[in-house]
């Protein structure tokens, strides 16, 4: 059996429940007893749930209250602790932004300092490249002037060396001019004289501009020798002499010649006379130009080709 609902407030009021009127019993009748003891059982269960119901929403209220105390305790202690943290923070960001604006100023002095230190570091790197380019300058000067200088002394001496080159050449002028007489004259003087042997004409040099005149035509070589008495042979060129005699009054000689293993006795021979003879098929001459005492000057004039 269900017990009886009855109609209460969600948030009843504070305080003691109001009293409970009951209506009034019926009036009694001879059949009615159970009932009536009935109803008073439901009656009396029905008043001991409500006020159970009423102790348990008391205790409920209690409870609410008390878990909102709490709850409200636990807000004002997070808005606290938020509130010194929030503090704490500012604080922080304001150290923050003292510390960023005393660094922006000891970077801006830094730079300030910096910069004018650079300033005269440039400055002074500029005076000091500016002296040294005007000592480098002034340097340059005195070495351009000493060189200037110079350079004029040398180009009188070149002057003077000109002139005396120029002296010299015309004096050289005058020497080839001479030479060239000389040589012409030497060419003419360069006579033909008949050999001992047979009979060939030769061109016989008498002195050693004509014997050089010889040499420069190139037709045959010349080799010039000076030969003193004694008992050996002198190699001249590829023969031998000896010098026999020499007769200096008379310009008469005697010389023993030997050539291509053969040896002969030129006697009595006279100064600028060809002596003739023949190596390896090809013809040999010796002149002698000068005769002294025992000594007797000369050249020994041989084909530039040979006969084989």
């Known amino acids: 059996m269900s017990s009886p609902q009855y109609p209460y407030q969600q948030h009843p009021p504070q305080g003691p429940p109001p009293p409970y009127y009951a209506p009034p ?9 159970l009932k009536l003891a009935v109803a008073v059982g439901a009656i009396v269960l029905s008043l001991a749930a409500n006020a159970y119901l009423m102790v348990q929403v008391h205790d409920m209220k209690g409870d609410a209250a ?3 105390e709490v709850v409200q305790n636990q807000i004002d202690a997070i808005k606290e602790a938020s509130t010194q943290m929030t503090a704490a923070q500012r604080k922080h960001l304001d150290d923050l932004k003292e510390d960023l604006d ?27 490249q500016k002296q040294q380019l005007e000592a ?5 000067k005195q070495q351009l002037s000493s060189s200037i200088s110079d350079v004029n002394q040398k180009a009188e001496s070149v002057n003077a060396r000109v002139s005396d080159v120029n002296n010299d050449v015309a004096g050289v002028k005058t020497d080839l001019s001479s030479t060239k007489a000389d040589l012409s004259q030497t060419k003419s003087n360069l006579m033909k004289v008949t050999g001992d042997l047979s009979g060939t004409n030769s061109l016989v040099a008498t002195n050693g501009k004509e014997i050089e005149e010889l040499r420069r035509r190139g037709e045959r070589n010349i080799v010039e020798f000076s030969l003193k008495k004694q008992k050996n042979l002198q190699k001249v060129g590829d023969i031998s002499l000896r010098l026999e005699k020499a007769d200096m009054k008379k ?11 053969k040896q002969v006795e030129k006697k009595d021979r006279n100064v600028n006379e060809p002596l003739q003879f023949y190596v390896s098929k090809s013809l040999y001459e010796v002149v002698v130009n000068t005769v002294g005492k025992d000594q007797i000057t000369g050249y020994l004039s041989t084909p530039k080709y040979q006969n084989r």
């Open 25 to 33: 019993p019926p009036p009694p009748d001879s059949g009615s007893n």
């Open 136 to 140: 480098e300058q002034q340097q340059t």
């Open 102 to 128: 005393t660094s922006k100023r000891q970077l801006s002095a830094q730079a300030s300092m910096a910069a004018s230190q650079a300033k005269k570091d440039a400055v002074s790197y500029t005076d000091q």
């Open 66 to 68: 008390h878990t909102s």
């Open 251 to 261: 310009n008469k000689f005697t010389v023993i010649v030997l050539a291509d293993d």
